[in-house]
């Protein structure tokens, strides 16, 4: 069974800036894709981001120029840096991690952007 495990949240004042982590039991070669997605208390879960086995990625226009997907092959893990974060960021967020057929959810982390 794949493991997707997420680090990294926590309490941030807007403007700041924090990493989240997506660490998987595997290669994230095994992957498709891996994906971030977000769920505001009361709102639907949202995609944030994508970074595809070619390392092409693509964002969320309500992120696209603050946040940025980057990765690291040999800890399998891919990462996620929110800068200039807004209160509207505040959510949880999960990692999946998917493939033909197949997707794998991690259980999230809580990003909370207040003064």
């Known amino acids: 069974q794949v493991q997707v495990v997420e680090s990294g949240g926590g309490l941030v004042q807007p403007g700041g800036s924090l990493r989240l982590s997506c660490a998987t039991s595997?290669?994230?070669?095994?992957?498709?894709?891996m994906a971030w997605y977000r769920q505001a208390p009361n709102n639907e879960r949202e995609w944030v981001a994508t970074?595809?086995?070619?390392?092409?990625?693509n964002y969320a226009d309500s992120v696209k120029g603050r946040f940025a997907l980057s990765r690291d092959n040999t800890k399998n893990t891919v990462y996620l840096q929110m800068n200039s974060l807004k209160p509207e960021d505040t959510a949880v967020y999960f990692c999946?991690?998917?493939?033909?057929?197949?997707?794998?959810w991690g259980k999230g982390t809580l990003v909370t952007v207040s003064s």
């Open positions: 970074i595809a086995q070619s390392g092409t990625t």
């Open positions: 595997g290669s994230i070669f095994n992957f498709i894709a």
């Open positions: 999946r991690a998917y493939g033909l057929g197949t997707q794998y």
